[in-house]
């Protein structure tokens, strides 16, 4: 079995005359957390977009579980969760019911899950609070429990701290370490924090 869940080789994507990405190799090892470090604009959102099909490389290759036939993007799709930039959420509806609209999306059979979900992500508290009224922090663990519905192996989470105060961050930091170590769930993390020393204070 792959000892790898993704891999690029010589990833690049160009819009019109210039390069977001250009010859980007990476390897992300199964039950590793991989940080993806730049300054604002180097490419880590096209990056993740192409990794999670959201876009197409204009060059290189991308395997993901040991598959670099791009046609199966949709069957390796199904083995991860990924919260590229904004969610969008139904504001009217609580948490659980978002969560139940992404289940039946998802074609997830029974409930469970989204009691499970809620848990995971401590959302438990909210009850029938609409997410229109939700903090940040909170609609961060939304993203996070949507993502995760499905059970999926590889999560992708692009800048996920982004307008979360210092104890959102550590709560956010705590939750991702918790699923990579009890569920070996291997993650795939941007951020601009280009301080060295403040990232591998994150991870
Ligand atoms: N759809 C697009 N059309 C044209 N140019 C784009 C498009 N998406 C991204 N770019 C360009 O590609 C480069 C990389 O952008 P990208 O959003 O991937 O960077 P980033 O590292 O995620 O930045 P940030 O930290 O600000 O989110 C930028 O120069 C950007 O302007």
Redesign the pocket.
Known sequence: MSKYILRTNKLSKK??N?F?IENINITVKKGEIYGLI?Q????????LRLVTGLAFPTGGSIDLFGNDNPNMITEVQKRMGAIIENPAFFSNMSAYENLEVHRLQKGIPGKDCIKNTIELVGLKDTEKKKVKNFSLGMKQRLGLGIALISDPEFLILD?PTNGLDPMGIVELRELIKKLNRERGLTVLI?S?ICNNRCFNKFL
């Open positions: 819009y019109r210039d977001a730049g604002n604009g180097a490419g880590k959102s096209t990056m800048e941007s601009h």
